[in-house]
């Protein structure tokens, strides 16, 4: 440290050592933060490697997608009901009293857990979230209706749409 | 009790090397210095000086191989987010050819490996021929020894986890080659390999060894590595240490020395990116293990010493060479016990000469091997 | 096809001419950049105390400095246009006849560069202070020039903009779209490379002095490469809309015969670029500790941006020479736009033909791969056909070689039926099973009516 500080005194430039020596400081601190930026920058592709991709579409194949773990005979008859998934997302099929069959996501809209058919409501046991049969949250602390979904039969399989899809099999 | 009873004084010496109270960096070390009495360890390093002579571009080798560690570390952490040792080959395929940067990432880990296990062979003939191994350093000379051989471990457990017919093959010829060990080959084999074949439990044993176990082994062994270094000092070759005091020139380790040796390290690290972009790693066809072995199969680079030495030693000769190499990896760890004079005498001249033979053999055998 | 080629096995001519432009562009580069730095020092010399010490280390430096630049600098210059006369002689004629008078300036601006430096070299301790001042000023101007005409036929390949072969409009396509950025990016890398190079020469000085140049030096150094960022974004953006997309379709490996070579060599020039920063920074904060290892360490970081930014520019002209107008393989793209040119026997319309070659023999398909292949490919090396062409059966080489631009950085085939069989016939009897051009003209059609 002495070193250096005498041969700055020796170079004997326009306002001295200190000023010579804080200026340099300056210039340093400037660059360094600057250069963290690039610095940063170069680990762009780490951050990227990390960074998840794009969901693929559910419902990418002929706008539809195979329901798995419910059969039709699982929701033969009114009242009857099941949890099951589809393209990796779990769903929740029944059918109403009338008939018809029914298919919600199943993800609260809560706190994510799935849902469970209870006949008369769709009942969320992590918090106690209650929807009813059109998926309309009624009580408990969900914040927004389920998101409805197309089920429909084929060849003895259950399928799942888009509710606005009008292309249907 | 007032605050200031508290607070641990902080030496003369301190206060003269510190920067200035006033300043941002200067109080925030005062205030550190307070709490955590450490000066005496700072004053220790700082005193801390490297020899200067026509040989000490060699001291860098060590600094080198803990850069390729570092790279080696952060890669293959991000290489563990995406493989999976159930599904080894297909995890390594998307890795290469759909996550961002995955097969850049790949290739800076192999790349990073290879000149991590080259540095190490570099440092290990330095330090032998400037003699550092001497007492009082034998401690030094083992664990670098054993860095040595866990790193080689961590190149023989990663090759097998991309799981292709490569990789396959070359370990299972290699575990093969311990099971003919006497006594305990063959326990030590199945061990390793989980049963009598190289299969997806291979891969387990492997992946827990390559991620965990050696890990865990070479930050503890570098550790005390790094520790005999700091608390012993540099070793001054013989040379070196013969001349006139006031002819020694020395330079200060961390004032110095470092700030000189991190250019060296940035290039390193520029040398393995350039090294990724030019020469990506490939991949090849999942392994079979119904299948023929591919043509040209060749073990990595620093294998092909001992794959040419079993090749020169054929059927029950074999033992010879198994012999030869575990005689050659004993003798190395024995070298600080049998050559401690300094300056060196009798015995060190033939133990340099043996060195020289085994560098030789060494890199005849791998050049042999690549060429064979 | 209009001109013998120049064959080179493993390399290839194009990575033959890479691999001595790259060297010449460090040496280049860092001629101009220290024609800077002595400019510089030199005015910085007459504010000093100890000016004449400085001169002394001026005079050292401009030694190592025209050894370097006149011998190296000047046989891998010429060493470059022997090469791409011999690599690609099309596209080199191109060059040379649109831009006569700029290659003129140019070699004018470098018989200048060498006389100001063997006067100001030979006028230390001769000439006033003045003068010295004056032609260290001059060199660095005549040098950048050489950098100014040079980088609008450099950046007029990747980018001609304005410029066709119809127009000839040479402004345009010499004031093309990434003239500027990239004349300022390399003005940048010369202030970084010529600060480098200073403090390599530093680190032999004596203590006191070596100090004070190493912190002038960081000056050219820190700035300059902090600011090279903006311009490589600026950059990016004048580049074609192809080339952009082959670099975002980089990112991702080889799935789809997408080219990430071009992205993992952008990132290798950022990645330098950053560690020159962080070194220099180490340098300037304890100017004392530079050594000449860690100087040449510096370089070598340099050289690797170096190469990794070239690189990038070249394959980012995939698979033009010049982009959009002329293919690496000597293919103008008007002509592959014209079914009757393009489909019509390859020796035909060739102004310089192979000696005596039978129609459908391997030296037919073999000279096909010499004369629209060797300029990107190898047989056995760089970018190995070999290797690419493996699984290759005659009716699915048949059907690639018809669809060759679908590979998205490959130009069309250019010739008929009989030499396409010919050329995929030699490929794949290369791999041990002999096909001849028969057999494989006979599975082609099965596979167009499938």
């Known amino acids: ?130 929807y009813d049969l059109d998926g309309t949250n009624i009580a408990g602390p969900p914040p927004r209706p389920l998101t409805e979904l197309e089920a429909f039969e084929q060849d003895g399989l259950l399928y799942v749409a888009r509710i606005a899809d009008p292309a249907k099999g | 009790m007032s605050m200031d009873q508290r607070f641990v004084p902080i030496p003369s010496d301190a206060e003269d090397a510190l920067p200035p109270a006033r300043s941002t960096a200067g109080a925030a070390l005062r205030a550190a210095l307070r709490r955590f009495p450490i000066w005496p360890v700072i004053a220790f390093l700082r005193g801390k000086r490297v020899p200067q002579h026509r040989a000490t571009a060699w001291y860098a080798m060590g600094g080198l191989a803990l850069v390729f560690l570092a790279i080696q570390i952060a890669t293959g952490i991000l290489l563990m987010v995406y493989y999976r040792p159930s599904q ?159 002819e020694k020139k020395y330079r200060a380790f961390f004032g110095d020395f470092m700030i000189a040796e991190i250019p060296i390290w940035l290039a390193a690290s520029a040398l393995v990116v350039a090294l990724a972009a030019a020469v990506p790693r490939g991949l090849a066809p999942e392994a079979d293990p119904f299948a023929a072995a591919p043509a040209g199969i060749k073990p990595e680079w620093y294998f092909l010493a001992p794959y040419q030495m079993l090749k020169l030693f054929p059927g029950h000769l074999e033992l010879i060479g198994l012999g030869l190499m575990n005689g050659a990896m004993l003798g190395a760890l024995a070298v600080p016990f049998i050559d401690r004079a300094v300056p060196a005498g009798a015995r060190g001249r033939i133990m340099t000469a043996l060195g020289a033979a085994g560098l030789a053999g060494f890199v005849v055998l791998t050049v042999w091997g690549r060429l064979s | 096809m209009n001109y013998p080629v120049w064959n080179v096995s493993f390399l290839g001519s194009g990575l033959v001419v890479a691999i001595i432009a790259i060297i010449h ?62 690599a690609n002689p099309e596209g080199t004629s191109l060059l040379i006849h649109q831009f006569v008078f700029a290659w003129a300036t140019e070699w004018v601006t470098f018989i200048g560069e060498l006389t100001v430096l063997y006067l100001y070299f030979y006028g230390w301790g001769v000439n006033s202070r003045r003068m010295q001042l004056l032609l260290a000023v001059l060199y660095a101007v005549i040098a950048w020039l050489s950098l100014f005409v040079i980088n609008g036929i450099l950046s007029f390949m990747l980018t001609p903009g304005g410029w066709t072969p119809e127009n000839r409009d040479i402004a345009a ?100 670029g950053a560690l020159i920063v962080i ?111 493996r699984a290759w059966t005659p009716a699915f080489a048949e059907r690639f070689l018809r669809n060759l631009p679908q590979q998205g950085v490959m130009p069309p085939f250019h010739g008929d039926a009989a030499d396409r069989a010919a050329l995929a016939a030699w490929l794949i009897s290369r791999h041990g099973t002999p096909v001849t051009a028969a057999e494989v003209g006979a599975a082609a059609p099965e596979e167009v009516t499938r």
Request: aromatic residues 12%; positive net charge.
């Open chain 1, 1 to 130: 440290m002495s070193e250096t500080r005498d041969t700055e005194s020796s170079a004997g430039g326009p306002g001295g050592a200190a000023d010579a020596r804080r200026g340099r400081r300056r210039f340093l601190a400037l660059m360094g933060g600057l250069s963290a930026c690039w610095t940063g920058a170069s680990l762009y592709p780490a951050y990227r490697f990390l960074s998840p991709q794009a969901a693929p579409d559910p419902f990418a194949e002929n706008g539809r997608a195979a329901v798995e773990k419910v059969t039709p005979a699982d929701v033969a008859r009114p009242g009857m009901g099941k949890n099951g998934g589809y393209a990796g997302r779990g769903v929740i099929i029944f059918r109403t009293q009338a008939g018809k069959l029914r298919a919600f996501d199943s993800k609260c809209t809560h706190a994510g857990c799935n849902v469970e058919f209870q006949g008369e409501r769709l009942f969320c046991n992590c918090h106690g979230g209650v």
């Open chain 2, 88 to 246: 080894p080959w297909a995890s390594v395929q998307r890795i290469v050819n759909e996550v961002p940067y995955g097969a850049f990432i790949r290739s800076v880990h192999h790349w990073s490996a290879n000149l991590m296990a080259l540095t190490l062979f570099a440092h290990m003939f330095s330090t032998f021929f400037m003699k550092a191994y001497r007492p009082p350093r034998e401690l030094t000379w083992l664990t670098g020894c054993a860095l040595l051989g866990v790193t080689l471990l961590f190149a023989f457990s990663g090759y097998l986890l991309p799981w292709d017919d490569l990789s396959f093959f070359a370990t299972r010829v290699s575990l093969t080659e311990i099971e003919k060990g006497p006594g305990l080959g063959p326990w030590l084999a199945d061990l390793v390999r989980g049963g009598p074949d190289v299969t997806i439990d291979t891969i387990g044993r492997f992946y827990v060894l390559h991620v965990t176990v050696l890990p865990l082994a070479v930050l503890a062994i570098i550790g005390a590595h790094l520790l005999c270094i700091q608390l012993q000092g540099v070793s001054e070759p013989d040379r070196f240490a013969a001349l006139p005091e006031r």
């Open chain 3, 25 to 86: 562009v460090l040496i280049s580069h860092i001629a101009v950049g220290g024609g800077i730095f002595i400019a510089v020092a030199e005015w910085w010399a007459g504010r000093q105390a100890d000016g004449d010490r400085v001169r002394t280390f001026l005079h050292g430096f401009v030694k190592y400095f025209l050894i370097y630049t006149t011998v190296f600098g000047a046989m891998t210059g010429v060493g470059i246009w022997f090469a791409i006369g011999l």
């Open chain 3, 173 to 272: 396509g010499f004031f093309n779209p990434t003239f500027l950025p990239s004349l300022l990016g390399r003005t940048l890398a010369m202030l970084v490379l010529g600060g480098l190079f200073a403090m390599l020469l530093a680190a032999r000085v004596e203590d006191g002095l070596k100090e004070r140049i190493v912190a002038l030096a960081a000056r050219f150094v820190l700035p300059a490469a902090v600011a090279m960022p903006a311009l490589a974004v600026w950059y990016w953006f004048a580049l074609p809309e192809a080339a952009q997309t082959m670099w975002l379709d980089g990112a991702t490996g080889v799935a789809g015969g997408r080219l990430e070579a071009v992205t993992r060599y952008s990132w290798l020039a950022v990645i330098t």
């Open chain 3, 279 to 389: 070194g220099t920074l180490a340098f300037a904060a304890r100017p004392r500790a530079v050594t000449r290892a860690a100087a040449l360490a510096m370089l070598l970081i340099a050289q690797l941006g170096v190469l990794g930014g070239e690189f990038f520019r070249e394959m980012a002209r995939k698979p033009y020479v010049v982009h959009g107008t002329l293919y690496s393989n000597g293919l103008w793209q008007a002509e592959s736009k014209s079914p009757a040119t393009l489909d019509a026997p390859y020796f035909e319309a060739a102004r310089w033909e192979p000696p005596g070659i039978a129609p459908g023999s391997p030296a037919h398909g073999e000279w096909i791969y010499r004369l629209q292949c060797a300029s990107c490919h190898t047989l056995d090396g760089y970018r190995a056909l070999d290797t690419r062409t």
